[in-house]
């Protein structure tokens, strides 16, 4: 008896499918369209800078600012100690112009020169503020601070104070820095601000800041706009 074969089916080629394909393309457009989100959203917190820093990094902010503050009012003081007077004391460097004096004073008399005051300049801490420098100035003055009274800044008497300023500080920076000083919320200056006059070793009128319960010798105020930090190096 012949046996019957078994017949197999035969193999049907069909083309390749492009439905796999096409989930891989879908998969990488979308990781694409992910990275240049996240690249412009990081973008926007960095240029938007009330809000790129975590509380603990605002902290660390706030403390660096003081600390510097009063690494700058140490080595004015020592100069003063020295016998260095407060019109010879430069903040001349080589990294922000405007504090050269006229004439040049020596090296000795200078707080950023080993000779001097003997610490060096530093940048404000990285989203503290929007970028600017650190400022000096001998036409800003605080009533009751030293010998002024209110109105200091227009009484034609050289009673302004030398102070450090930090200009346009972010908000959570600020409040930070105002409750290291136990200072309630930030205080608005009904006065005329900081003076952005540099100091080249000279003191005349120019602006007074005017702090709800103040005065402060320091503390982070707004104007109405924006935040800035200041503290007084020499009350006069």
């Keep these: 008896m012949q046996r019957s074969k078994k017949i197999r089916p035969s193999t049907v080629h069909r083309p390749p499918s492009t439905e796999s394909g096409n989930v891989f393309v879908l998969i990488l457009l979308g990781i ?25 990094e605002a902290a660390l902010a706030a403390a660096d600012i003081l600390s510097y503050a009063q690494k700058v009012e140490r080595a ?62 001998g036409a800003t003055c605080l009533a009751d601070i030293g010998t002024g009274a209110t109105g200091c800044d227009t009484d034609s008497i050289a009673n302004e104070e030398l102070i450090i300023v930090l200009p346009n ?22 006065g005329g601000g900081a003076s952005s006059t540099k100091y080249q070793g000279s003191f005349a009128d120019g602006t007074e800041i005017i702090l709800p319960g103040g005065p402060f010798n320091t503390a982070c105020f707004s104007d109405g706009t924006n935040n800035h930090f200041y503290s007084v190096l020499i009350a006069r």
């Design 32 to 56: 694409v369209l992910f990275v240049a989100l996240s690249l412009s959203i990081s973008r926007g917190m960095r240029s938007d800078t009330t809000s790129n820093l975590s509380k603990q």
């Design 76 to 137: 004015v003081n020592r100069l003063r100690r020295d016998g260095v007077s407060e019109n010879d004391i430069s903040f001349n460097q080589i990294l922000v112009a405007g504090y050269n004096h006229t004439p040049v004073v020596a090296d000795t008399n200078k707080i950023f020169h080993p000779d001097g005051g003997s610490i060096s300049w530093q940048a404000p801490p990285e989203g503290s503020n929007d970028g600017s420098e650190w400022e000096y100035t």
């Design 169 to 190: 500080i972010v908000d959570i920076v600020c409040e930070e820095i105002n409750k290291r000083l136990n200072i309630s919320g930030t205080p608005v200056d009904t």
